[in-house]
């Protein structure tokens, strides 16, 4: 059973730079997409990006000049960096395995914006 | 864009069946959704996935209890024999051009 588990801070402060990685185990990297995607306290979804396991990637339009992701399959890991967060990037992230349909998501770690 | 609209709320009572709703942005009825589940303070568990032709193939461990089906733009999941532990947020999702896109979800409650 392929398993995910996001780390990293749990609280950034403003303009600076939130990262995040994912784990991976139970199941294979290679031949997968992963992808990152967000909850925002009020419950709404928000698809942040996806990386294939040979590094190509795709960003939300809305998020792409701030985003990169970025994935080491020799540790079986993919992370997430946001640059420049604000008080609007507080949410749950969580990481995730597809590039259509989401079969696998993590447990998710809430990142909070203050100073 | 697709767009995909739920209903914010549902509720059904034990042991009955429910039926909820994802609707497709018009020009995109033969896309392909995902079902998800978010019981409280718990990450989404995938479920299902849904072809516009009714066909659906479910995540491992999924119970017979839930099931879709499809009509037109709209995507359904259908529940029976609802438990308690049903109540959940259940969110819908769709790609488009490598674009994941979410409905904003329904809250089931089980009466």
């Known amino acids: 059973q392929v398993q995910l588990q996001e780390s990293g801070p749990g609280l950034v402060k403003p303009s600076e730079t939130l990262s995040l990685t994912c784990t991976v185990s139970?199941?294979?990297?290679?031949?997968?997409?992963w992808s990152w995607i967000r909850q925002y306290p009020g419950k709404g979804l928000e698809w942040i990006g996806y990386i294939y396991y040979s590094g190509s990637t795709n960003y939300n339009p809305s998020l792409k000049s701030r985003v990169t992701i970025s994935v080491d399959t020799s540790k079986k890991q993919f992370s997430l960096k946001l640059s420049s967060v604000t008080a609007a990037d507080t949410a749950v992230y969580y990481c995730?395995?597809?590039?259509?349909?989401?079969?696998?998501w993590g447990q998710g770690t809430l990142v909070a914006v203050s100073s | 864009q697709v767009v995909l609209t739920q209903s914010p709320s549902a509720s059904a009572s034990l042991g009955a069946s429910v039926k909820l709703t994802c609707t497709l942005s018009?020009?995109?009825?033969?896309?392909?959704i995902a079902w998800h589940q978010q019981q409280p303070e718990k990450g989404p568990h995938y479920l299902m996935k849904l072809n516009n032709d009714g066909s659906h193939n479910k995540g491992g461990g999924i119970p017979d209890r839930f099931s879709g089906s499809s009509s037109g733009a709209e995507r359904y999941l259908i529940i029976s024999s609802l438990q308690s532990e049903d109540e959940a947020d259940y969110y819908c999702?769709?790609?488009?051009?490598?674009?994941?896109?979410f409905g904003g979800g329904t809250k089931l409650t089980v009466l």
């Open positions: 139970g199941g294979s990297i290679t031949s997968h997409y």
């Open positions: 999702q769709t790609w488009d051009t490598g674009i994941q896109v």
């Open positions: 995730a395995r597809g590039v259509e349909e989401v079969n696998y």
């Open positions: 018009s020009g995109h009825s033969s896309y392909a």
